[in-house]
């Protein structure tokens, strides 16, 4: 409550200046509201007078108050802030990225911006070029996306990896984000198409008595091409099992994941390229143990062979006793290996 006072005091302060010692010349020519930062302070006061007023509310009903009232606030304060700086033209001449030519003109336009605080307006500078190409500096300095934050986006994304579109939509209104599943959908493949997911991985070490695992295998899933294959793989850290029935004891954090639903020649290649980003292979290469894990397939062998040449290659115990059952009805006995490596 105090951050949130200070913080509009402080837009306060800055809306009781005279316009000349705001933005002079560089300014929206647009209608300015002076009593803006002056009526958050009074709903902020209100928000606490209600709550010191109303000796009946409980403590659920209080927290239902405050997040509703804060929430409004931060909606508001937002806009104001965003307001402020984006009203302010370019300082230093400004060029076509495109052309590298002078703008030739510059106008103020109102658009909507989804935040995390709600859907805001920010009337903004954008310039145009002889050329028609047109340039908005202030939105990409924010670095929106169209008109979703950088924020909104990150969250967008992040509820779309372990959930279906409409359950992430849903998880997302409940966040005060409100978009269709068909709209989390589109933008997620749109905003990944860019995205260089290997910078983003941390190098891990391996620990006392630890050794690197690679588990891959193959499912059906949903695409806008229909039903495909899935090819997946996971390197993690783990200790050595004791038994079909010992429990998991993959380290926490350790699981990093590729998939795509192209061939699995692709599929070999991600893996490839993920494997060292995740440590794997950082020491001497023929001393360091990897176990890699499948069902069998021969697309999932072949990868191995390839990217960890060196690796102890291990049919998973659900389908290695499958194929066991399945060989011993037939009466051929157990499935031969495809090399003296890969075991059951």
């Known amino acids: 409550m105090k951050r949130l ?9 800055r809306h009781k200046k005279p316009l000349h010692q705001r933005h002079t010349s560089s300014s929206c020519e647009v209608k300015e509201n002076p009593e803006a930062a002056q ?25 239902q108050h405050i997040l509703e009232g804060t929430h409004a606030l931060g ?19 400004v060029s076509c990225p495109k052309c590298e030519k002078a703008w030739r003109s510059w106008h103020p336009r109102e658009r909507q911006r989804t935040t995390l605080c709600g859907v805001i307006r920010v009337v903004r500078w954008v310039y145009h070029c002889d050329a028609k ?16 934050t950088h924020r909104v986006a990150e969250m967008m994304c992040r509820f779309a990896a372990p959930f279906d579109f409409r359950s992430a939509a849903e998880e997302l209104s409940r966040q005060g984000v409100i978009v269709s ?67 998991s004891r993959a380290r926490p954090e350790s699981p990093r994941w590729t998939a795509n639903r192209q061939n699995a020649a692709q599929s070999g290649k991600d893996l490839y390229a993920l494997a060292p980003r995740s ?12 176990v890699s894990i499948g069902d069998g ?24 006793k499958s194929h066991y059952d399945k060989e011993q009805n037939l009466g051929k006995g157990l499935v031969s290996r495809h090399n003296s490596r890969r075991m059951f």
């Open 39 to 63: 009526n958050l302070v009074d709903e902020m006061h209100d928000l606490v007078g209600d709550l010191g007023s109303d000796s009946s509310l409980s403590f659920s009903e209080a927290e």
């Open 133 to 148: 190409h047109y340039h908005r500096p202030w939105d990409t300095k924010q670095q929106l996306k169209g008109k979703y």
């Open 181 to 247: 599943h068909k709209t989390v959908h589109k933008k997620v493949r749109e905003w990944s198409k860019d995205l260089r997911v290997l910078e983003q991985v941390e190098c891990q070490t391996l620990g006392a008595n630890e050794r690197w695992c690679v588990s891959t295998d193959g499912c059906r899933t949903n695409s806008p091409e229909g039903w495909k294959e899935t090819k997946v793989s996971c390197p993690y850290r783990d200790y050595p099992q004791l038994g079909p029935n010992s429990p």
């Open 279 to 290: 440590g794997i292979y950082q020491e001497d290469i023929m001393k360091q143990e990897v």
């Open 75 to 93: 909606q508001k304060l937002l806009a104001l802030h965003a307001s402020e700086q984006a009203s302010a033209k370019e300082t230093e001449p």
């Open 297 to 320: 397939v021969p697309w999932i062998w072949n990868n191995s062979d390839e990217s960890f040449p060196n690796a102890v290659e291990i049919v998973d115990y659900m389908h290695a």
């Open 5 to 13: 006072n200070k913080i509009i005091s402080r837009c306060h302060e």
